[in-house]
């Protein structure tokens, strides 16, 4: 069973384990994987990344997602987005996996706040040399949501 363990202390992992952990147990019922959450301290976070994926454990920088301006949605899509990676073992960073990844937030009916997370990473020119592939992303979603 996917087991979903939130150390971040953060109401909108709570959130998300509790509306989306069911449908996630449903969906993987082979899983046994531990998948955990913590809080990514603005002292500890150098690259200024939103999120950050380290094998079985997604860490969110709260300050980062405020920057960004992500509504509670939009960070549900994004965590998505991560477990997309872990849950269907797309670890490595390729244009594929990227995909593979959003399958999850559309399977969850986060398609559209999938789109508007990328959208925003797309605004806030944080990562320019992949304007293409994140527009690619959001055509990807437009025709699986
Ligand atoms: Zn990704």
Partial sequence: MVNLIDKSSLPVVASFIRLYGPTLREFFPDS?????????????NQFRDILVRLGKKIFISPEEVGRLGLSNPE????????????????????PDNEQRADTLAARLGLGSQMIAVIEKIIASRRFRHLTSELVRRIQFLQLVG
């Fill in 75 to 94: 960070i549900f899509a994004a965590l998505a987005h991560e477990l997309g990676h872990i849950l269907y073992n797309a670890d490595a960073f390729a």
């Fill in 32 to 44: 046994d994987a531990n998948i955990s959450f913590h809080n990514l301290p603005e002292s500890e």
